[in-house]
């Protein structure tokens, strides 16, 4: 019966929504470029276009009298390619050379991805799928940092300073790896008026607060000013 099927889409549409939201919520709470707003587009078109796609299949003129030999999901299959776009979007090449946003197009694709299993009918499966997703981007991480390996037990930071003198930079170097911070690249510019501009990439125990790396930098001799950015 059609209002039977009606149903069965609002279920299915309602269902994304509602998974789409949680994906949303939690890129919003961590100020990501995909928010609540782009989730639920995600999620619920692609849904809609999986439901379009199966249910075309089955009622494209004339296949109540012939065998169907079309693939019921070849729209939906378009879905997990063109969203590539958008994830590509999020993907940030700073200046710094490091990469950030992988994990926000990740949770694209996914949002995505939930949306076509719920409008293929998989709702456990939907349900399933998105708990393990947020469970491995929020507690997994938490978990290794506590228990894992200690080089997982590190965050990285980028830091910039300036040294006046050339003749004190390893007397800088030398003392910031003295405060437990490791140093993983490095990159030192001449700047005007033979002050020294020294780049930084290191790695913290996850518990230091940025603020409490940028005193211990900045009250070292011989450094001017100091710049940190989290990763």
């Not at 349900?127 to 997703?133: D, E, H, K, Q, R």
């Not at 990439?201 to 100091?226: A, C, M």
């Amino acid at each position: 019966m059609d209002w039977l099927f009606e149903a069965d889409v609002l279920i299915k549409l309602a269902l994304s929504a509602v998974l789409g939201l949680v994906i949303g919520l939690e890129r919003e709470l961590k100020r990501k470029p995909v928010g609540l707003k782009t989730s639920l587009v995600i999620s619920i078109v692609s849904c809609l276009l999986t439901i379009v796609s199966i249910e075309s299949a089955y009622k494209s003129p004339g296949s109540e009298f012939v065998n169907i030999t079309m693939d019921p999901l070849r729209l939906a299959a378009q879905i997990v390619s063109g969203v590539g776009f958008l994830g590509a979007g999020v993907i940030l090449h700073r200046s710094n050379d490091s990469i950030s946003g992988l994990t926000t197009a990740a949770m694209i694709w996914g949002a995505a991805g939930i949306g076509i299993v719920v409008g293929a009918g998989f709702f456990a499966e939907a349900i399933t799928g998105l708990a393990l997703l947020i469970f491995s981007v929020e507690i997994i991480p938490i978990i290794f940092r506590v228990f894992g390996p200690s080089g997982l037990q590190r965050k990285a930071l980028f830091i910039k300073m300036t040294i006046k003198n050339k003749d004190n930079l390893d007397e800088v170097i030398n003392s910031i790896e003295e405060e437990d911070i490791v140093i993983t690249r490095l990159r030192i510019k001449d700047l005007k008026k033979e002050a020294h501009l020294l780049e930084l990439g290191v790695s913290v125990y996850f518990q230091r607060s940025t603020t409490e790396i940028y005193h211990t930098i900045s009250d070292l001799p011989h450094v001017d000013n100091v710049e940190i950015e989290s990763l």
